[in-house]
């Protein structure tokens, strides 16, 4: 974990609140279809330990397991250069204070020359790591590497070596390290099989507070868990405890196999509370087979904002579960727009898979290779359809941008709302607050685009859009509203209109 203010203040999960990175921010995206040029497998394989008179207790413990695996279990330690600041004005601290040398700028704080640049300080990170090959490949955190001018990787025996970076994935929090050696080293291997259960005894080894190799155990307290890292969080929490430097080590099962990445942990102090976080082996095994072929991450794009089908939403549609994904918008010159994908379309499947939710539908896009034509299976105006596209490549953050600047400009609405019309269209002018509106995340300045899946550019356009709803016998009204945080639906009960 950075030792560091200047990095811990820059943890994703400290500015959450409840989430404290072990080393700092975490991510979670999509899965990179290459595969290795050879299999990253163990030279030996690990026992499994034998069980004792309780059901799955380890009678032996875990020493033989730990004994053959930390060999290729490193600490990870990285210099990070800050750019240098210009001094400022000193506080006011009367002659002779004690922190006064503190603010005074110059060599070695002399002459007080006030307003010469300062040089930047290089903060020491720290995080854990771990050998998947024997010729020197490395696995660890992007957040444990970020900013990195110098990595070193430590051994077990107390031997370092310089690092290079091969790649990283901000998305998914993951990157890979590569060392020069003359000797074939220790590693471990990624599991092939995702058949990890909740019960499951798991062993964490890593480098906690700069501390070297430390070994702890628990059991797979869930699976799937969604901290809000990423749209494609899937994370395996444990209760191992695992602290500040354990990010990037490896969690194991009880034959030694890598069952996940830790990664984050839950705490309101920093410390550990018994609730880890950890990305699966076959999110990390793929995403580091992208970044060891390509240096990259390769994933397919189709250019939508998605979001959950509430129950409400559902019924507004006339669907009979609250299932699949809805768009809410779709990015100008995206693959989505030229297969001919439509905001109010709701997912259903993409080649057959069931997407039961909008994080299924990011994770199978996400794993697609830009080219393969994909048959979507859509709820579309009241029908079944099936369209098909052709998936993308993932822009880069410059050109994912400049797709996205046209169409970023809205939220939606509901009741409980003073409208007004603008030459952009019907704007809210104001929120009710305690309305459905108000709870729905309704904002002043959000534009109404559609009212039950007409476009409106008036205030008499959704009041007709209202009442024909109500003829209808509708108990709740959709609309399509944009903010500055990008499009979505938002349905809202017409009872109180």
């Not at 990095?7 to 609140?17: D, L, Q, R």
């Not at 299999?39 to 394989?45: I, L």
């Not at 002659?95 to 002459?111: I, L, M, S, V």
């Not at 709803?469 to 108990?475: G, I, N, V, Y």
């Amino acid at each position: 974990m950075p030792q560091s203010d200047v990095t811990e203040n820059k943890s994703f999960f400290c500015n959450k609140g409840t989430f404290i990175a072990a080393v700092g921010a975490a991510a979670i995206i999509g899965f990179g279809a290459a595969s290795l040029d050879r299999p990253v497998s163990a030279d030996t394989s690990v026992r499994a330990l034998q069980t004792g008179p309780g059901p799955g207790l380890p009678m032996a413990g875990f020493a033989d397991m730990v004994e053959q695996v930390s060999p290729a279990v490193v600490s990870i330690q990285v210099v990070q250069q800050v750019p240098a600041a210009a001094a400022g004005p000193r506080p006011g601290f009367p002659p002779g204070h004690p922190f006064e040398r503190f603010f005074r700028d110059g060599p070695r704080g002399q002459n007080g020359n006030e307003g010469t640049p300062r040089r930047g300080p290089r903060p020491q990170a720290q995080g854990s790591g771990f050998v998947i090959s024997d010729d020197g490949y490395i696995v660890t955190n992007h957040h444990v590497v970020d900013k990195g001018v110098e990595v070193s990787v430590v051994f077990k025996d107390g031997t370092e070596a310089k690092a290079e970076i091969v790649g990283t994935d901000e998305k998914t929090d993951l990157a890979l390290l590569k060392i020069e050696t003359d000797e074939d080293l220790p590693f471990v291997s990624f599991k092939e099989t995702d058949d990890l259960r909740v019960g499951d005894w798991v062993v964490a080894v890593g480098n906690p507070f700069g501390l070297g190799g430390t070994v702890t155990s628990g059991i797979v307290s869930a699976r799937g868990r969604d901290i809000g890292a990423g749209p494609y969080d899937d994370f395996i929490q444990i209760d191992a405890s695992i602290n500040q430097g354990n990010s990037g080590g490896p969690t194991f099962d009880l034959s030694g196999n890598v069952v996940g990445v830790n990664t984050a942990i839950f705490s309101p102090t920093g410390g550990n509370v018994g609730i880890g976080f950890a990305i699966p082996a076959n999110v990390a095994s793929d995403v580091i087979a992208d970044l060891r072929e390509n240096g990259r991450v390769e994933r397919g794009w189709l250019g939508v904002a998605i979001q959950p089908v509430g129950p409400e939403i559902a019924e507004t549609l006339g669907l009979a579960a609250d299932e699949g994904a809805l768009i809410a918008q779709v990015v100008p010159g995206s693959p989505a727009e030229a297969g001919g994908l439509e905001p109010g379309d709701v997912i259903y499947s993409i080649d057959g898979t069931v997407m039961e939710t909008p994080k299924d539908v990011s994770k199978a896009v996400a794993a697609l290779k830009a080219g393969h034509t994909a048959q979507f299976n859509l709820w579309r105006d009241g029908d079944r359809q099936a369209v098909d596209v052709e998936i993308g490549a993932y822009p880069d953050e410059r050109q994912s941008a400049s797709l996205s600047e046209p169409a970023e400009d809205g939220v939606l609405d509901g009741l409980g709302l003073a409208l007004a019309e603008s030459p952009e269209g019907v704007v809210i002018r104001a929120v009710k607050p305690a309305s459905q509106a108000a709870e729905k995340g309704l904002r002043p300045g959000d534009i109404i685009i559609e009212v039950a899946g007409d476009r409106v550019e008036s205030l008499s356009d959704v009041a007709e859009d209202i009442a024909d709803a109500k003829e209808r016998d509708r108990k709740s009204v959709l609309l399509l509203v944009r903010s500055d945080e990008g499009q979505r639906f938002v349905a809202l009960r017409l009872q109180e209109t």
